[in-house]
């Protein structure tokens, strides 16, 4: 059904909480909707009803009245329809502690239909146009949630007035209705006065109720995990803003698991200039870091054709450029960086190979970084196995975001004889990473750049002990080339933002502030 209750959806589910009530949890996603996004909401629900209200059928109307000379007369005013209406003034506020006022004031509406005369034995019927003025009507809103997690809206008060009313009846023997037609726009003004409100109830119960009752709260992501926008407290109320809170989190498909970490609290400036502002928690992102650990999602393997990949970039133009750029000497180039490009460099050159020859994962060519490697497996090829150590987390500070993970790469040997491997060593990698978020009219999305260079250390080696120096360098330049790149094709999808249908956003402000990310924006 229906825009209109679509407009108290959008109402509920943008908005904020700076203090949550007592034994509430702390959100994972917050949004805000300002006294200027309530305008918006207003001018929106004003265009939704006037596009229903000239659809709408309205309920028939029957009474009676007397006359000296002909006793009680029975009357129906069916098929009603509006031919014309004017909706001169509306306004829409905000309850503070309660919900949301809404309001239409002074105006003015036709309409048509047929009607039906009945005394005794005789019916007489013809048609009928009315006019009425002045029509005003008063709604205030209480929000909460269910235990669901959706919202709820129940109303709290209803009021109205009814102006002037003017009714024409044709017809036959309508002359003799017309005689009567002060009384019976008397009663038609107080069958409306009666019924506007009554249909204001049946309309929460019949359509707005099971609207919001049908809202989705988990949102299917991929065939790994969905995200849970359940409410975990009610909508609040302030002078200068509408506030919701949701939960925000990652879950894998088909189980509610705990993470290993709490929700940190989101502490919002009071921010009330564009329409809306979102916040979404470090949480959000830590959770879904989380369940794609757990699924085995983050880990892979390296394989020849994965080296295969890196060699033809290393053929091409651009990678030509960034080698002879990055190994220029000069003094301006930390002594680090130079040695690791000159290691990079020298490895190639014990490998024996120019750059436009394919480079394998093989005993063979690691002889020279590992000698004993090619002495115990000769002419075996090699296989790395890559994993996270645990979820790697993000940490929103002020205008900052990093992330720090701990990688683990496990070599092993392949051999032919059989679906073996033998493992060979243990690396751990750590490095500093950086990441840069982005919302767009409808999604949140992110990339990866290294913050710092990847530093190896040797946990186990079943092949004696080796320096990691080189193998650093060579991973290094896979970590900027091809692992980089995969992670951010899977960020530049996004995740979608829980707006109401055919809402999108412009203009849009985005901070990095202690826990959280704060995103705001002008709706269109």
């Known amino acids: 059904m229906a825009s209109p209750y679509c407009v108290v959806a959008a109402l509920l589910l943008l908005a904020e909480v700076p203090s949550l009530g007592e034994g509430a949890s702390n959100p994972g996603f917050v949004a805000r909707i300002t006294r200027e996004g309530l305008e918006y909401a207003r001018q929106y629900g004003m265009a939704a009803l006037k596009k229903e209200l000239s659809t709408i059928s309205l309920p028939d109307l029957s009474g009676s009245f007397s ?26 506020s905000l309850r503070p502690g309660q919900g949301i006022t809404a309001s239409l004031s002074n105006n003015y509406v ?27 009507i008063s709604i ?27 009714i024409d ?46 809202l989705p709260v988990i949102l299917k992501i991929d065939q790994v995990a969905s995200v849970d926008y359940s409410l975990v407290g009610a909508p609040q109320v302030t002078s200068q803003s509408l506030d919701t809170p949701f939960k925000g989190k990652f879950f894998g498909l088909g189980r509610h698991t705990t993470v290993p970490f709490n929700v940190p609290p989101i502490g919002l400036p009071q921010e009330h200039d564009l329409m809306v502002y979102f916040a979404v928690s470090e949480y959000v992102f830590n959770t879904a870091s989380w369940v794609y650990h757990q699924a085995g999602h983050m880990n892979f393997t390296i394989r020849n054709e994965h ?34 490009c000159f290691s990079s460099s020298f490895l190639l050159h014990l490998l024996q190979l120019p750059l436009d020859f394919p480079m394998h994962l093989h005993t063979k060519s690691f002889g020279a970084v590992i000698p004993q490697l090619a002495r115990l497996y000769p002419n075996k090829e090699l296989e790395l196995e890559v994993s996270p150590e645990s979820a790697p987390l993000l940490m929103f500070t002020p205008g900052n975001v990093t992330l720090v993970p701990v990688i683990n790469i496990q070599a092993f040997a392949l051999l032919p004889s059989s679906s073996d491997r033998k493992p060979l060593f243990q690396l ?12 767009s009219s409808n999604r949140i999305w992110g990339s990866l750049t290294p ?38 094709a899977k960020l530049e999808e996004g995740f979608p933002l829980p707006l109401p249908r055919n809402t999108y ?3 849009l402000q985005l901070q990095i502030h202690k826990n959280f990310l704060l995103a705001g924006a002008n709706i269109e």
């Open 451 to 488: 913050g710092s260079k990847l530093k190896l250390e040797l946990i186990h080696s079943n092949i004696n002990f080796f320096n990691v120096q080189v193998i650093e360098s060579v991973l290094n330049y896979y970590a900027t080339y091809i692992i980089y790149p995969l992670l951010n």
């Open 67 to 92: 006359a000296r000379w002909m006793g009680s007369v029975s009357y129906e005013f069916r098929s009603l329809r509006i031919r014309n209406f004017q909706l001169r003034n509306s306004n829409l």
């Open 140 to 166: 205030s809103l209480n929000l909460g949630k269910d235990q669901s997690g959706r919202p709820t809206a129940s109303v709290a008060h209803c009021s109205n007035s009814v102006g002037h009313v003017s």
């Open 110 to 136: 036709s309409v048509y239909g047929n009607w039906k005369v009945k005394k005794a034995f005789i019916t007489l019927q013809g048609t009928f146009d009315l006019s009425v003025d002045g029509v005003s």
């Open 169 to 214: 009846i044709s017809g036959s023997l309508s002359w003799l209705l017309n005689l009567f037609h002060e009384r019976i726009e008397n009663n038609f003004k107080n069958i409306l006065k009666q019924k506007i409100c009554e249909m204001v109830m049946q309309s929460k119960t019949s359509h707005l109720e099971p609207y919001l009752r049908t």
């Open 505 to 507: 956003l412009n203009g």
């Open 428 to 439: 751990r990698a750590r490095t500093n990473i950086s990441a840069t978020i982005s919302v």
């Open 307 to 340: 080296i295969q990949n890196l060699t033809r970039f290393i053929s091409s133009h651009s990678a030509n450029a960034w080698w002879k750029s990055s190994c220029l000497t000069s003094e301006d180039i930390p002594f680090t960086t130079m040695m690791s």
